[in-house]
């Protein structure tokens, strides 16, 4: 009599994402009042023994807000805002950044951004 034996190994990744901001008044403080600068940040963690496939990080621009221009960052690195090269895309509807392939434990990664309250 013969018996087989088989392992399975599960391989999961769990990714999170918070989201923070800090306001910039124009009087020096940090009250959001007509004129202040939001700066979001959305920072990416992963935990687990396998790899997320294709992590985008997408927000919408809040209402009441514009999209400052030019603001986007990618690890405190400037990315444009148009459909080019590098992995972020952003304008009055949000932003997209495309993270690729995310390794369980690997280092989390920022994307930040700026609005306008109107």
Not at 75 to 100: C, K, M
């Amino acid at each position: 009599e013969s018996a087989a034996r088989a392992s399975v190994i599960a391989q999961q990744v769990a990714v999170s994402l918070t989201k923070s901001y800090v306001i910039h008044d124009p009087f020096g403080g940090a009250k959001p009042v007509p004129g202040a600068e939001v700066v979001y940040s959305l920072v990416t963690h992963t935990t687990g023994s396998s790899t997320a496939q294709g992590v985008h990080v997408t927000d919408g621009i809040p209402a009441g807000t514009t999209y400052k221009a030019g603001s986007l960052k990618l690890d405190g690195g400037a990315l444009t805002d148009a459909a080019d090269s590098d992995t972020g895309l952003a304008g009055s509807g949000g932003i997209d950044v495309d993270l690729g392939n995310l390794a369980g434990g690997s280092a989390d990664r920022t994307v930040s951004f700026t609005v306008t309250i109107n």
